[in-house]
């Protein structure tokens, strides 16, 4: 069996995973740059180990966010802390989208 690897021969440019002073409060925040993404394709692991080092790599982002805001080292986070602010962020939502982190609509969304 013949497997082609893709490689990522370079990166132009970075997303940023926070926002400075001056960046448009409504523009998405990104939680995984174009630098680590190009990081993780050029890791060499399977499809599955790149989707979770991706995520991964996302959600530690995520919890740097979190941290900032609930103003707490991000080693005294844990899973009722990071539950309790996302209830702030979706009433955060709920009021006025553009005040969100974690911006989606989920009102059609069924389990």
Known sequence: MLVQRRKLIGIRGCASAGQGEGENKSERRNFLSLEEAGLVE??????HERFLCRLTISSLNLLR??????????????????????????????????????????SEFQF
């Open 42 to 47: 050029m890791s060499g692991l399977s499809t």
């Open 65 to 106: 966010v979190i941290s900032e805001q609930e103003g707490c080292p991000i080693e005294e986070l844990n899973a009722g802390r990071v539950c309790d602010w996302f209830v702030k962020d979706k009433l955060k939502r709920e009021q006025n989208i553009d005040s969100a982190v974690l911006q989606w609509d989920d």
